[in-house]
């Protein structure tokens, strides 16, 4: 039972990624048709984001009264909903309105499963996690590139990605006993204290890390989730624009090359699951934001635009461990007793991160040009950086080797 639970949240989080890439890569459409500024995409962006804050600070709330299941549940339905909206929205006005029930579905699913795969599988399973959203995210702009280069507007992309996440409701509607079951097979076989062969944690290592400093270095913590979502967000709602402006590339290929970046993050994600059963979370968190960095410089450089292509991918397969990583520590720095709050405020902080930074960059853009794009990309990149670099020196700990005992 928690093996085909862990499934069906693999496939949840794909929910969670087909709407993160859309917005951008079908804004520069969008925009035409609508006649509307170049940086509303930044405030309707920042309002989604403004909603999965809210949500998530109270998802440890509603979690603890519906159940994970269910609040999974109507957190699909609330984005399939919301996308539905977009696709036959009139006016920009109403693209706000849908903003509000997308941002508060994403949020509640995020912080819960997040949370809840933190405390219960190990780090190799936190990694495909999120790659599972990361082929969400993907096939988001390949869906809708496919529509807008046809004969097909942005809006019939939309109806179907919406359609998707319907299907999706009705799948976790029909699994919900599957949580209970779950919980009830993982007490079974976690009585002896024992690693179990699906991934659960041992309560042993739990126990161990009650000790663990759970104050220490929340600060740069929190910094670290900001600038992350910060660089992460930003190249999924600008680089579109990015391109076809800058660069004078296709709207369509731009999209194209935009799903690419989002499967640098899948493709990295599938490969670091493997990676954590030799190398520790924290050298894959510093070889990320390098890698990061030197996709930022090939998008600054002046280059030809096939390397902007290759420096998106870059910024991708750097995104790839961190995310995952950091939250899978979360534990190991701060103590399993402190994790859950923790895990409220770095959440909170990631969103924050992807609700100030890229309406931040749109405004910039609006009133210099979008050509400083990869400028602020860099910025947030060594910012992120810098705040990991010193969070591992103020705590002092040493993180876990979490794949090197891993079972299967």
Known sequence: MVTLLLILI??????????????????????????APLGLAGYISMLIAAGTIFSSLFSGWLIQRLGTGLVTMISVMLTAAALGGYAYAPSPAWLFLFAVPLGLGAGAVDAGL??????????????????????G????????????TGDASWRQGYQTISLLQWGLVAVLLLALPLWKLAAASRENASGNGRQTGNGTKPIHLQEE????????????????????????????????????????????????????YYGGITVGRFITGF???????????????LIVLGGALLLLLPLPAVCSLIGL??????????????IHETPARFGSKHAPRIMGYQMAAAYTGGTILPPLLGVLAA????????????????????????INSVLKTRLPEQGTHQSA
């Open 10 to 35: 693999y496939i949840a989080f794909i929910s969670l990624g087909l709407p993160d890439s859309v917005l951008g890569s079908a804004w520069p459409v969008m925009q035409a048709e609508y006649g």
């Open 114 to 135: 997040n949370s809840y795969v933190a405390a219960h599988y190990k780090a190799h399973h936190m990694s495909w996690l999120h790659c599972f959203w990361g082929i």
């Open 137 to 148: 995210a993907t096939l988001g702009p390949i869906i809708l590139s496919q529509y807008v």
């Open 209 to 260: 890390q009650e000790k663990r400093p759970a104050k220490q270095g929340v600060i740069l913590a929190l910094l670290t989730f900001l600038f992350y979502c910060g660089v992460e967000a930003s190249v999924g709602l600008w680089g579109s624009s990015y391109l076809v402006y800058v660069k004078e590339l296709p709207a369509s290929t731009a999209a194209g090359w935009i799903s690419m």
């Open 275 to 289: 990676v954590t059963f030799k190398v520790s979370s924290r050298t894959l968190i510093r070889a990320g934001q």
């Open 313 to 326: 991918i870059l910024v991708g397969l750097g995104c790839a461990p961190i995310f995952p990583c950091m």
């Open 367 to 390: 009133s210099l040009t979008v050509g400083i794009f990869p400028v602020l990309v860099l910025l947030y990149a060594f910012l992120m950086l810098a705040a990991s670099e010193r």
